[in-house]
């Protein structure tokens, strides 16, 4: 027990404080709400002159008729009617859905693996390093590589043989559907390390102790990834999540383009692709700019969805 | 304080960018060399560009070259935007055909120089509006292109087939090739991703049913993909592959390289591409020697089609001047000079291409036998039918192609589809 040696008057006067003195506080919130606004103008600027005025400039031109690279002309809907009796758009349209619907593994894959790397699985080191080396192989030179891979005489089919599955040798980008899901594939190996690194830095947010009490509770490893892992990783999957359900169907250009050019036939046409096919070796900018219109809105809408849920996750108070 | 800096650094950029501009400018001084922008993929190499550059430049002292490099199947991407913005390089490259047509509002019609350039040229009309000289022209060529077969005498040696000899019809090409399958090597090299194989066979077999005019229907689209002279090509063309004639991962791999190189392996018999730019006989004989690469015409459907005989000849690369050019006389005297005899000269020697201008030293010809029966072959031209079709038809015919090989689709399904194609490109909607 402490006894204060304060007199009673300064008693009052450590209790009551002096009214605060009032300083103009307009001057400094001003010069602060300037500097914020000069930090966020360079950003406002380049996504407006790079992001809202191309598309803007494309839903103009996806209003136009234009023949090869002459003057154009106002279509009205004509363009985007026209994608409903295309069998090239439809296809491309069914061909992103069948890869939306690969969702999944995009997302549970590099969880799983992440978490195994996490709790210091034998090699974890080895592995971190070289399940995101792919991610640091350009695209193109993927392409290049995997269709050399996929051939129907490449190492994969050789392998398969060797080790005596040879009915699973199969022509990996000459079937209708297994062109497509050897292209989604051969993206999933492209783009998984960047996954694992994701959730990697989740998983460092976790506390330790949480982990391990789980562990010392009997629960196995499916059960901490199901019941700990991913409740308390939720923010993390739902960015991955998202990041996932636009990527798929924008970032699989550069292998189509090396790889399959969208064939056999349309088996491997997705919307991006088409757009540059349309735009580019077609010449037709009013079509192309429709279809990536429409692609934009199909993004759009399945992003939506993800990103509402992300930031209401991410906004809930703690219970 | 704070506002000074940024005042501060506000200055400096604008003085940097106005730094930048002016150092931007200098190619068009008033009192120094113009200097003109090129865009070209560099058809015959880059040895040969720089032959170009040096020599033109030796010769034409108040102009400069500042040639801008694109791989070929990087080109549209590139020049696109040059043209939809009208701005950018003062001579750009193109294939002839509809290719060009699709973007001629970019070029400067050429007006009484075509006449002069024409003169000198064993051929020119590829770059000239509905392939006729009486009309626009908007470039200007200086190689001669078309398609051949070639073939690997040893090859066919091996398959106890007579490389003196090689298939001339139909029926014996077929019949060449059960040979060369049963001797453990592919018949005909081929790669159908993309659209180069299906845009150089095709023509090779429509001239066995079409007339110069139907080829010029194709062009203005007013002849129908369910006519029965096409659905013939169509079958014939699919025959290639559903016969087996072809290396059995032909439609996932491309013809360049990957089909060349099945032939440059020495794998196949035949490969059918093209006499000049790309993959020709030279690179052929640099890789299985000169003595064992032969070369023919594709085998004979219809001995008595009036075309049946004839080659299917192209202008190469054809260079015009942009409208937007500031710089448009240097640019026609580079593209005239480009057409002229001492660069048909540059063009043999470095890009062992087959050249258009008949002036030509005939002692700097190639002295390898196929490039001599290549001459034979392109004394007889007629139209190519495949730089008749427009990119969604050119793309159709080769996923067509594609599927067909797979099994996926019908003969007749392939016609539906190259219909809808001709119905969807926007150059041969009628009324345009």
């Known amino acids: ?319 | 304080m704070f506002r000074r800096r940024l005042t501060g650094v506000l200055a400096a950029g604008v003085a940097t960018a106005a730094m930048l501009a002016g150092c931007g400018g200098g190619g068009d001084a008033a009192d120094g060399p113009v200097t003109l922008k090129v865009l070209t993929w560099e058809p015959g190499g880059s040895e040969y560009w720089q032959q170009v550059k040096t020599t033109f430049e030796a010769s034409h002292q108040n102009i400069k070259l500042d040639l801008q490099s694109v791989p070929f199947d990087k080109y549209p991407e590139v020049q696109g935007p040059y043209i939809t913005s009208q701005s950018g390089p003062d001579v750009m490259a193109n294939n002839a055909g509809l290719e060009l047509f699709d973007r001629r509002g970019a070029y400067v019609p050429l007006g009484d120089r075509a006449a002069e350039i024409n003169k000198d040229l064993v051929t020119y009309s590829g770059a000239c509006e509905g392939f006729d000289t009486s009309k626009a022209c908007f470039g200007v060529p200086f190689s001669y292109q078309g398609n051949v077969l070639y073939f690997n005498k040893d090859v066919l040696r091996g398959a106890g087939l007579d490389p003196e000899n090689p298939p001339a019809t139909w029926d014996e090409f077929g019949a060449a090739c059960e040979a060369i399958k049963n001797s453990g090597k592919t018949c005909l090299a081929l790669g159908l991703s993309g659209t180069f194989p299906a845009y150089w066979d095709f023509p090779e077999i429509a001239r066995n049913y079409l007339t110069e005019d139907d080829i010029r229907g194709l062009l203005a689209g007013t002849l129908s993909w369910k006519d029965p002279k096409l659905v013939q090509v169509l079958e014939k063309l699919a025959e290639i592959t559903t016969k087996g004639w072809t290396n059995k991962n032909a439609p996932s791999i491309t013809m360049l390289p990957d089909g060349a190189d099945i032939f440059q392996r020495g794998d196949a018999a035949f490969a059918g591409t093209i006499i000049s730019d790309a993959v020709n006989w030279e690179a052929f004989g640099k890789a299985l020697g000169d003595d064992k690469l032969g070369v023919t015409r594709w085998p004979v459907i219809n001995q008595s089609a009036p075309l049946a005989g004839k080659f299917s000849g192209i202008e190469g690369a054809v260079y015009g001047v942009t409208q937007w050019s500031e710089k448009k006389e240097a640019g026609l005297e580079f593209i005239t000079w480009l057409a002229g005899k001492e660069n048909g000269e540059l063009w043999v020697k470095h890009a062992k291409g087959q050249p258009l201008n008949k002036n030509v030293d005939p002692a700097l010809l190639p002295s390898s036998p196929a490039f001599k029966k290549i001459q034979e072959f392109v004394a007889e031209p007629t139209l190519h039918a495949g730089v008749m079709l427009s990119g969604p038809e050119a793309d159709a015919l080769a996923r067509g192609w594609q599927q067909i090989t797979l099994g996926q689709l019908t003969v007749d399904k392939w016609a539906d589809q190259m219909q809808q194609a001709l119905e969807r490109s926007p150059t041969k909607k009628q009324g345009n």
């Open chain 1, 1 to 319: 027990m402490s006894i204060s040696t304060a007199s009673a008057a300064d008693s009052a006067v450590a209790t009551n404080p002096p009214p605060p003195v009032r300083h103009n506080r307009r001057p400094r919130h001003a010069r602060e709400w300037w500097l914020g606004a000069l930090l966020v103008l360079p950003g406002m600027a380049l996504a407006v002159t790079f992001k809202l005025v191309p598309l803007i400039r494309g839903v103009i031109t996806s209003f136009e008729s234009s023949s090869g690279f002459g003057d154009s002309s106002f279509a009205g809907w004509d363009n985007y009617t026209r994608m409903f009796d295309d069998p090239v758009v439809l296809a491309s349209f069914r061909n992103a859905l069948l890869v939306v619907a690969t969702l999944p593994v995009w997302i549970v894959l590099p969880l799983v693996l992440a978490v195994l790397i996490h709790q210091r699985a034998p090699g974890w080191k080895f592995f971190r390093a070289v399940y995101f080396v792919p991610y640091t192989i350009a695209p193109i030179v993927v392409g290049i590589m995997f269709r050399q891979i996929l051939s129907p005489d490449g190492p994969i089919n050789a392998l398969l043989r060797a080790v005596g599955l040879e009915p699973l040798a199969i022509e990996w980008l000459n079937g209708q559907n297994s062109a497509l899901f050897s292209l989604v594939a051969v993206a999933l190996w492209s783009f998984f390390g960047l996954g694992v690194m994701t959730y990697l830095a989740g998983l460092a947010t976790i506390p330790e102790e949480v982990l391990e009490a789980a562990y010392l509770d009997g629960a196995n490893f499916w059960r901490r990834l199901y019941s700990v892992v991913v409740p308390m990783l939720r923010p993390t999957v739902a960015y991955w999540s998202v990041l996932c359900a636009s990527g798929v169907l924008i970032w699989l250009f550069p292998l189509i383009y090396a790889l399959t050019q969208g064939g056999p036939g349309n088996a491997t046409m997705l919307p991006e692709y088409l757009v540059f096919l349309t735009t580019f070796q077609f010449l037709d900018r009013g079509y192309g700019s429709a279809i990536g219109i429409a692609l934009f809105v199909f993004v759009a809408v399945l992003s939506i969805f993800s990103v509402r849920h992300m930031f209401k996750e991410g906004t809930r108070k703690p219970r």
